[in-house]
T-cell receptor, first 111, second 113 residues
Framework: GQNIDQPTEMTATEGAIVQINCTYQTSGFNGLFWYQQHAGEAPTFLSYNVLDGLEEKGRFSSFLSRSKGYSYLLLKELQMKDSASYLC????????????FGGGTRLMVKP | NAGVMQNPRHLVRRRGQEARLRCSPMKGHSHVYWYRQLPEEGLKFMVY????????ESGMPKERFSAEFPKEGPSILRIQQVVRGDSAAYFC???????????FGQGTRLTVV
């Protein structure tokens, strides 16, 4: 089976940096995804990691350690519009986009 | 290129009625995935389809739920004899191949009264 854990809620200040952690246990692994979801809207793809290391994309970076079953999403220079849920999801071997999602982390950015 | 289109955006059904949720994938996308998001919970995979074929339905409830993706037209998720516990947001995603990024639609919010 698969199990994904991430904090339920986080609060951060505008302009700051926040790190959202995700730990997982899975019998097969084909990559880890991060999605952003504003309330009542569709999840939007942020990043995909399949190899260990850091992937940087503008203000957002994602890190993966397969041996530790651990990932984090790093958001820099926080803006109010970054207030959203951040979803960690994993794909099993040959599963492509049949993803197992964590419960999501609700991030609140305060002025 | 329009995104993944789902309709209706909101659907209200009485207990025992049928709900039909439609998903038109992005142009050129032949892989469709349905997910369900219960209130305050994460997304749960339901079914993966390619044109005219169900590839994996391991996340689909055994009864009352069915999905299709015909040669022509949108993918349909059908829920028969709906119950209050079916109230959720149902999201469809599509991708051009199995291993490329999937794009999500805006979802259909089903409320069973």
């Amino acid at each position: 089976g698969q199990n994904i854990d991430q904090p339920t809620e986080m609060t951060a200040t505008e302009g700051a940096i926040v790190q959202i952690n995700c730990t997982y246990q899975t019998s097969g692994f084909n990559g880890l995804f991060w999605y952003q979801q504003h309330a009542g809207e569709a999840p939007t793809f942020l990043s995909y990691n399949v190899l260990d290391g850091l992937e940087e994309k503008g203000r957002f970076s994602s890190f993966l350690s397969r041996s530790k079953g651990y990932s984090y999403l790093l958001l820099k220079e926080l803006q109010m519009k970054d207030s959203a849920s951040y979803l960690c999801a994993i794909s099993k071997d040959n599963a492509g986009n049949m993803l197992t999602f964590g419960g999501g982390t609700r991030l609140m950015v305060k002025p | 290129n329009a995104g993944v289109m789902q309709n209706p955006r909101h659907l209200v059904r009485r207990r025992g009625q049928e709900a039909r949720l439609r998903c038109s994938p992005m142009k050129g996308h032949s892989h469709v995935y349905w997910y369900r998001q219960l209130p305050e919970e994460g997304l749960k995979f339901m079914v993966y389809l390619q044109k005219e074929n169900i590839i994996d339905e391991s996340g689909m409830p055994k009864e009352r739920f069915s999905a299709e993706f015909p040669k022509e037209g949108p993918s349909i998720l059908r829920i028969q004899q709906v119950v209050r516990g079916d109230s959720a947001a149902y999201f469809c995603a599509s991708s051009p191949t199995l291993d490329t990024e999937a794009f999500f639609g805006q979802g259909t919010r089903l409320t069973v009264v």
